[in-house]
């Protein structure tokens, strides 16, 4: 259940982050940010009904959410996106690991397709998508 609830709160602030990422990505990369919204607001629709279904009561999104670094620029937005899809993809990692059955494969999936997303917002992947974040973490703790 902690693990639904993360990754729906995760998902809340992607739906936040693309948000601010529409105001200021380039025209030529506007579906792919639009696109990625959609997948977003799907994704935290259906965690919603999972969290549900798992007994617990789904966490609200947030008024707002505190972005990592200023965005002005469409570069800016491209490096949010990343951000954004790291972070969901380590939300999903976790979910991975503690769900078992079709709640697992959901995850992996999820995990898989925000680690492609941000390989191509990044342009180029990392070498285990979803724990970046963590070992950034690690290192400057």
């Known amino acids: 259940m902690t693990a639904a ?3 729906l709160a995760a998902e809340h602030a992607a739906v936040y982050g693309y948000g601010v990422i529409g ?3 380039a025209a030529e990369r506007a579906t792919e940010a639009r696109d990625a919204y959609g997948v977003h607001l799907a994704r935290r629709d259906t965690l ?3 969290v549900r279904d798992l007994g617990g009561s789904p ?3 947030e008024a707002a ?3 990592p670094f200023l965005v002005r620029t469409p570069a800016d937005a ?3 996106a990343a951000e954004i899809e790291d972070r969901v993809a380590g939300a999903y990692s976790d ?3 503690a769900a078992d059955g079709p709640l697992r ?3 992996a999936d999820s995990l898989s397709a925000a680690a492609v997303r941000a390989a191509r917002w990044r342009g180029g992947g990392v070498a285990f998508p979803g724990l970046t974040e963590r070992a950034e973490r690690a290192r400057n703790s």
């Open 105 to 107: 494969r959901e995850a």
């Open 23 to 25: 105001a200021r990505i």
């Open 65 to 67: 959410y505190a972005l």
């Open 59 to 61: 966490q609200p999104a």
């Open 5 to 7: 609830q993360s990754v």
């Open 48 to 50: 919603s009904r999972t």
């Open 78 to 80: 491209e490096r949010l």
């Open 95 to 97: 979910l991975v690991r």
